[in-house]
T-cell receptor
Framework: SQQGEEDPQALSIQEGENATMNCSYKTSINNLQWYRQNSGRGLVHLILIRSNEREKHSGRLRVTLDTSKKSSSLLITASRAADTASYFCATVLSGGYNKLIFGAGTRLAVHP | GAVVSQHPSWVICKSGTSVKIECRSLDFQATTMFWYRQFPKQSLMLMATSNEGSKATYEQGVEKDKFLINHASLTLSTLTVTSAHPEDSSFYIC??????????????FGPGTRLTVT
């Protein structure tokens, strides 16, 4: 089962522009993670934000988390053609084996 | 960083045959491994969670007799797709969680195995 929805489903921008992707989820979480996947490849972990954190930065990435709205956003600043990929949010549900449940993903295309 | 490998990276098999996919944690012990399936242009769907030395826990709608999971050691989990059909063609990805330490432990993903059933 999928936990969350992401929007937009697809995003096309020019190099140098910022890209913002949003993720919403349904149940209480321990943390939320963002992953990147190049076409036909495995996943690369980008950033993890805990449920008691509101914002986190890593290089050109900025992630926010609003637990009251059950939503998160990923901002990529000064995008590059190499950022072209699919981006997924994933939530770790409370309890159990800490399963990761993935959102639907956003396909980002950055044009030179 | 932690590395997870999968073998094979791609496989083509005939309908009705069985295919085994291996997932290995190369430099850490993985008490828990997860198997996901991903159809083209879709997200990852969790199929099952496996713990070393115990039976796997399958997600709703996943046939445990069709997708056999064995987590025989702390570094190896296998997924066997039995009596494969063309609709089983997909990208199968495993992940492994480091069994040491505490807190919000990260999962490390394998590169995936593309299965095509003809």
């Amino acid at each position: 089962s999928q936990q969350g929805e992401e929007d937009p489903q697809a995003l096309s921008i020019q190099e140098g522009e910022n890209a913002t992707m949003n993720c919403s989820y349904k149940t209480s979480i321990n943390n939320l993670q963002w992953y990147r996947q190049n076409s036909g490849r495995g996943l690369v972990h980008l950033i993890l934000i805990r449920s008691n954190e509101r914002e986190k930065h890593s290089g050109r990435l900025r992630v926010t988390l609003d637990t009251s709205k059950k939503s998160s956003s990923l901002l990529i600043t000064a995008s590059r053609a190499a950022d072209t990929a699919s981006y997924f949010c994933a939530t770790v549900l409370s309890g159990g084996y800490n399963k990761l449940i993935f959102g639907a993903g956003t396909r980002l295309a950055v044009h030179p | 960083g932690a590395v997870v490998s999968q073998h094979p990276s791609w496989v083509i098999c005939k309908s009705g045959t069985s295919v085994k996919i291996e997932c290995r944690s190369l430099d850490f012990q993985a008490t828990t491994m997860f198997w996901y399936r991903q159809f083209p242009k879709q997200s990852l769907m969790l199929m099952a969670t496996s713990n070393e030395g115990s039976k796997a826990t399958y997600e709703q709608g996943v046939e445990k007799d069709k997708f056999l999971i064995n987590h025989a050691s702390l570094t190896l989990s296998t997924l066997t797709v039995t009596s494969a059909h063309p609709e089983d063609s997909s990208f199968y990805i495993c992940s492994a969680r480091d069994g040491t330490g505490a807190g919000n432990r990260e999962q490390y993903f394998g590169p995936g195995t593309r299965l095509t059933v003809t």
